[in-house]
């Protein structure tokens, strides 16, 4: 039987403290209970690199630091600022640069977890503090068995909350060097509690989106490292040139708003992308098709559960799956390969806009199994480009030839 687990000795325990509300909250729950407690504030990305003048930026990692040390002082704890800027530079922006540069659609917030936050951080307050326990902010639970002798990442108790999809890549050996204070909490409840406690930041809004570019007008900030390269956007039903694009790095599978296109009485959405060719493919009608597939293929699993558990769960539990961190889990069948770390995932109904780049994520019932890159779809391959395009070439060359 599994069971929530909890440390009933009070040891020392290093805080990541962001500014926000949920690592605030965390840290006055660890305090009460005893631990203690040191805070360590991160910095990951100049928020006023390639700002325009003048502008605002609401994911300012200056306030956040502000913030993290109003709150530290609140509840009487030391806190410490660390830079990983060079890490985070190597390690999450240059690989998205490129997964962006070969047409896929990456999310560099589950490598900044895998890399950065359960790694570098990791490294660093071994090396600084040594602690018991490192604790984060994040709708999470680490659960154990009866010994104590297998952690697991179990989903938090506010499924709506729950980011253990962002924790798929972090490696399962530090679990028992883990603690999610806000595991057993909704998010109302954090609120509750801040203000209870008049934190400073009791009020202040979640982060959204990527934190790296904050409110700023994505086009322009990627213009600042990837050039742009005007091509065609082409209606994969009808073969014709609807429109241009200055850059299919823009762009990803299921996008209906930002398309650019002009006079059209039917919404159009991306169902697919030619990096070599520079097209951008588009379709009418949420439904169609080309938005749909049946099964896809997954790499670089990282699978959080020991193998023959896994094989338990394959052959006598209903295995589901995310394919973005908003979407509802559906049911799936995986088939693995003779490399473990790749599966073929098929859908027990068709899935809409399933994206090379993004993450497959698995779970049994409340346990995270792991997840992966997808790398293609049945209507996809590893670039983002759909298949069986013949048809659709011949239409177009021959418009050119006429």
């Known amino acids: 039987m599994l069971h929530s687990f909890s440390s009933t000795k009070k040891k020392s325990v290093v805080i990541a403290l962001s500014g926000g509300v949920d690592?605030?909250?965390?840290?006055?729950?660890?305090?009460?209970?005893?631990?203690?407690?040191?805070?360590?504030?991160?910095?990951?990305?100049?928020?006023y690199l390639n700002a325009s003048p003048n502008q605002e930026i609401i994911c300012s990692q200056g306030k956040d630091w502000q913030d993290a040390q109003q709150v530290a002082q609140q509840l009487n704890i030391p806190i410490c600022k660390v830079s990983f800027?060079?890490?985070?530079?190597?390690?999450?922006?240059?690989?998205?640069?490129?997964?962006?540069?070969?047409?896929?659609?990456?999310?560099?917030?589950i490598l900044c977890n895998s890399s950065i936050k359960f790694l570098a951080l990791v490294d660093y307050i071994q090396k600084h503090f040594n602690p018991d326990f490192l604790a984060t902010g994040h709708y999470a639970k680490i659960i154990t068995d009866e010994n104590q002798k297998k952690y697991y990442l179990g989903k938090a108790k506010d499924h709506n909350k729950d980011q253990t999809y962002?924790?798929?890549?972090?490696?399962?050996?530090?679990?028992?060097?883990?603690?999610?204070?806000?595991a057993e909490l909704t998010k109302p409840e954090v609120r509750q509690i801040?203000?209870?406690?008049?934190?400073?930041?009791?009020?202040?809004?979640?982060?959204?989106?990527?934190?790296?570019?904050?409110?700023?007008?994505?086009?322009?900030f990627l213009a600042n490292y990837l050039s742009p390269k005007e091509g065609n956007i082409i209606d994969i039903d009808s073969g014709k040139v609807k429109g241009k694009h200055h850059?299919?790095?823009?762009?990803?599978?299921?996008?209906?708003?930002?398309?650019?296109?002009?006079?059209?009485?039917e919404p159009y959405y991306v169902v697919g992308k030619d990096v070599k060719e520079n097209l951008i493919y588009i379709a009418k009608n949420w439904k169609n098709p080309w938005l749909y597939s049946s099964y896809c293929w997954v790499k670089n699993i990282n699978w959080l559960v020991e193998e023959k558990e896994l094989i338990n769960c394959l052959n006598s539990q209903i295995i589901t799956a995310k394919f973005r961190y908003r979407q509802p889990e559906v049911s799936v069948k995986l088939f693995r390969t003779e490399n473990k770390n790749e599966v073929k995932i098929k859908f027990e109904e068709e899935q809409r806009a399933i994206t090379p780049g993004q993450y497959a994520v698995f779970y049994c019932q409340n346990i995270c199994l792991g997840g992966g890159?997808?790398?293609?779809?049945?209507?996809?391959?590893?670039h983002g480009k759909p298949v069986n395009l013949q048809p659709i070439k011949n239409t177009i060359s021959e418009k050119t030839t006429n």
């Open 166 to 182: 962002f924790l798929c890549q972090i490696p399962q050996s530090i679990f028992p060097k883990l603690i999610f204070p806000l």
């Open 194 to 220: 801040a203000e209870k406690m008049k934190l400073v930041n009791a009020k202040k809004k979640d982060s959204t989106g990527i934190c790296f570019i904050g409110e700023r007008n994505f086009d322009k």
């Open 85 to 109: 800027l060079q890490e985070y530079w190597n390690k999450v922006f240059l690989n998205f640069l490129q997964d962006l540069k070969q047409g896929l659609t990456p999310n560099p917030d």
């Open 373 to 382: 890159m997808i790398w293609t779809t049945e209507k996809l391959d590893n």
């Open 247 to 265: 850059g299919n790095y823009y762009f990803t599978i299921g996008q209906r708003r930002g398309i650019g296109l002009q006079g059209e009485k």
């Open 23 to 47: 690592s605030a909250v965390s840290a006055y729950l660890l305090k009460e209970q005893g631990y203690q407690l040191t805070a360590v504030f991160m910095q990951n990305w100049d928020d």
